[in-house]
């Protein structure tokens, strides 16, 4: 099952609607039902423990399923994707096992997608305010989101600050700076984030824009929430 929900935007839809389906959050476990679709977002931390096995084991899994492109960032879990920890073979061990699986790892960056799918553009990135730490926590998150410019849909492990992004105590955890960016100059139709497992689910704001937190484990880390699904 899924939480399917509508995107709603304004203007005319020049191509045959894709469907997304966005997961994150599935820390090394594989035993999630996965809707079908065009396209899987996987919004990081793809690991708990960050042990190499958890990669092979999650890479395995995504190979499996029938999405035509398979989008995937790292989280503050997944150490060995974070240059600053030094695990550069590791890394590229990983890297490689994504590409021969037909995942597209994408590390703060551009990418879009194929003509038939609308030429629909899309923002990728790993990066989160301090909280609790771990890989892609940065100190200042001043300047990160400075060089986005507008997409279509926007990834990002952090979610925006009021968005997705309340913890168990009730404190928004949310990056302010994504969410003055996002607000300013980014304007996506979608964001799409995870890191926040309590705060899964989804949300319009004022101007119709869809925010989603695809948490796919709860705060307790057991994985019993759903992939959540848009069309565009």
Known sequence: MSAKIPVNYTGKCQHQKSRFVCISDTHGKTDFAIPDGDVLIHAGDITRKSTFQEFVQTIQWLSTLPHKIKIITGGNHDHFLDDDFGFVERK????????????????????????????????????????????????????????????DILVTHTPPYGYGDKIVRGRHVGCQYLRDRI????????????????????????????????SLCDHRYRGNQLPITFDL
Request: charged share 15%.
């Open 92 to 151: 590229q061990d990983i890297l490689a096992l994504m590409e021969k699986h037909k995942l597209t790892y994408l590390e703060h960056e551009m990418f879009q997608l194929p003509e038939a799918m609308g030429s629909l553009t899309m923002f990728v990135s790993p990066y989160a305010p301090i909280h609790l730490g771990g890989a892609f926590m940065l100190d200042d998150m001043s300047a990160i989101w400075d060089d986005i410019p507008p997409v």
């Open 183 to 214: 607000d300013q100059v980014i304007q996506p139709k979608v964001s799409v984030c995870g890191h926040i497992h309590e705060a899964h689910g989804y949300t319009f704001n004022q101007d119709g824009r869809l925010f989603i937190n695809a």
